[in-house]
């Protein structure tokens, strides 16, 4: 009996995953439980493991290619089961009529174009494409199970409008956008293939003749929208999106916590190996903080507000491309000592590699700090479906007005991005003082 192969959901906020590398070619045999291919979303890239025992029949999304959460990948099968094109339940094999030609074209397998103003089955990754590439669903023929309509009909009914045109991919889907006529476009590219500059010159021919010839310039260096980048720009936006964010700001005389630092450093001077930094001593107060705002500690989830009875402190880490955020759990069980070598622990592994769905998801709350940048202080951006965000800005010598006295002190701006759909503003500025006046007064987050 086929198995299909379907992109697994990680977490809340997990829409899509992008296929980035399947381990077995089709009819390679697989076994349950090895790897079968690799998803990369916005937050890591990790292998999928094989549903079934067979051999891998059908490969429907290859490397490279988006799908939805739950969409199917590909099937595995048993060895000699005929699988449909589609990669969907084995194909009944039926005897052929007499008389019939042995060599006869076998007849397709997807249903044919849909009538007018009838429901058009696609799967919704294919309805997303075709929505971008402007295509009627209803005239698309589709090849999927049952007849549904696949990612792959709409790009090869969008691209036969241009068969036969000398033309990248990227210019063909840049010509569609803006309505240009490929044929009627002279292309100046390698063996004449049109290029972007072509299309740009086709839709403002008076730009060909300028009045004095400007000097030449040099070519962009285009960076593509693609893999994680994509995904995490298509989080943020969905962040923005689908919570009201308000941010709240506070500047705090970090003095005390400075001074904090300081004696620990200077008790452990001993040990070489012994690292603090003020983004210990943050996350510790942090979680003292949320213990007495539970509000600030939950999640905006589909059945209502969750209050968690624990905190998963996430720590956003800057990698090589782009941003991950693994959390700590249970942090708020941690004394300082132990909460500061499991900080450093995921931090360092999601800079290296080695983290485990388990370490990105289920989040409480996030600290994201930036003072190692030399930043005052920023607008965080949500990492849904958490409540609140702080960010952290530097330390900076200034004058203040202590006892009465101007003199010098440890400055520090932090700021506070929170959803307005979960908690009212006084409720999240109430934990944001709180938080404030334990690292102003450190002993504070003992009491």
């Known amino acids: 009996m086929a198995q299909e192969v379907i992109m697994p959901k990680w977490g809340l906020t997990m829409k899509e995953g992008k296929v980035s590398r399947w381990l077995k070619a089709e009819g390679d045999p697989v076994k349950a439980g090895e790897p079968l291919f690799e998803v990369e979303t916005d937050k890591i890239t990790n292998s999928v493991e094989a ?71 696609a799967m919704p990754a294919a309805r997303k494409l075709a929505r971008e590439l402007e295509v009627d669903l209803s005239t698309v023929t589709g090849t999927g199970r049952d007849g549904a309509v696949t990612m792959k009909d ?11 045109v000398n033309a990248s991919r990227k210019a063909i889907e840049f010509a569609r956008k803006k309505g240009i006529d490929l044929t009627q476009v002279a292309g100046t590219g390698e063996d004449g293939r049109i290029t972007k500059a072509d299309i740009l010159r086709a839709m403002n021919p008076a730009a060909e003749a300028p009045a004095a010839a400007a000097p030449a310039q040099a070519a962009d260096t285009v960076i593509p929208m693609e893999g994680v980048r994509k995904l ?74 969750h209050l968690h009875d624990y905190v998963n402190l996430g720590i956003a880490v800057s990698i090589d491309n782009g941003l991950i955020v693994p959390n700590v759990k249970n942090a708020d069980k941690y004394g300082l000592e132990g909460l500061r070598t499991e900080v450093r622990d995921v931090a360092t592994r999601a800079r290296k590699g080695g983290l485990s769905m388990d370490e990105i998801s289920g989040g409480t709350f996030t600290i994201s700090n930036v003072s190692m940048l030399g930043v005052d202080g920023f607008t965080p951006i949500l990492n849904p479906p958490e409540t609140g965000i702080l960010g952290v800005g ?54």
Request: with cysteine; hydrophobic share 50%.
């Open 232 to 305: 995490i720009a298509d989080n943020m936006q969905a962040s923005l999106t689908n919570a009201a964010q308000l941010t709240v700001f506070v500047e705090i005389d970090a003095t005390g916590m400075v001074e904090l630092r300081g004696k620990l450093l200077a008790r452990n001077k001993r040990n070489p190996d012994y690292r603090l930094s003020y983004n210990d001593i943050v996350s510790y107060a942090v979680c003292r903080a949320l213990k007495r705002h539970p509000i600030m500690n939950s999640t905006l989830q589909d059945d209502g507000i």
């Open 51 to 121: 549903p079934a025992d067979g051999v891998l029949a059908k490969i429907i999304v290859p490397e490279g290619g988006v799908a939805a959460v739950q969409a199917v990948l590909g099937v595995i099968a048993a060895p000699g089961e005929a699988v449909d094109v589609a990669g969907g339940a084995p194909a009944a094999a039926e005897p052929a009529p007499a008389g019939a030609s042995s060599d006869a074209a076998p007849a397709a397998s997807g249903a044919g174009p849909a009538k007018d103003g009838e429901f058009v089955k």
């Open 394 to 447: 530097r330390i900076v010598e200034k004058p203040a007005v202590k006892d009465g006295a101007v003199c010098v002190r440890q400055m520090m701006t932090l700021s506070l991005t929170f959803n307005h759909m979960t908690t009212d503003g006084a409720p999240a500025m109430a934990f944001l003082r709180e938080l404030g006046d334990m690292l102003e007064d450190p002993g504070l987050m003992i009491v």
């Open 154 to 164: 709409v790009q090869e009914a969008a691209d036969a409008a241009f068969a036969g």
